[in-house]
């Protein structure tokens, strides 16, 4: 079970930091993601990290700007989002699995309900 928060509406150019809670203690064996889907288009990979979270792994439109970390105590995983821009309105999913394969895929065992951000120009 995944519950993302801390998305809303922002200017471009600003930080934004979302968060996705687990509630299983077997939290720390699963690779987590980042997707979001933007009006009229499909839903797309934003950012995995690993179940270890040493490593990690981006979109290229984000890398350097979002960065993804996890507590593997508080079962959280975290988006932070910076140098926001209009094209990064979306609604983001939080999503997980055992396998880094399937990751940066629909594939992924489970998935939050989404948090929109919304990045005003």
């Given at each position: 079970h995944l519950v993302e928060s801390g998305g809303g509406l922002v200017q471009a150019g600003d930080s934004l930091r979302l968060s996705c809670a687990a509630s299983a203690p077997t939290f720390t064996d699963y690779?987590?993601?980042?997707?979001?889907?933007?009006?009229?288009?499909?839903?797309?990979?934003?950012?995995?990290i690993d179940w270890s979270g040493t490593g990690d792994y981006y979109e290229a439109s984000v890398k350097g700007r979002f960065f993804i970390s996890r507590d593997n105590v508080n079962y959280m995983v975290y988006l932070q989002m910076n140098?926001?821009?209009?094209?990064?309105?979306?609604?983001y999913y939080c999503a997980g699995d055992l396998n880094?394969?399937?990751?940066?895929?629909?594939?992924?065992?489970?998935?939050?309900?989404?948090?929109?951000?919304t990045v005003s120009s």
């Open positions: 690779n987590m993601a980042w997707f979001r889907q933007s009006p009229g288009k499909e839903r797309e990979f934003v950012a995995a140098n926001v821009q209009p094209e990064d309105t979306a609604i880094w394969g399937r990751i940066t895929t629909e594939l992924n065992e489970y998935w939050g309900q989404g948090t929109q951000v």
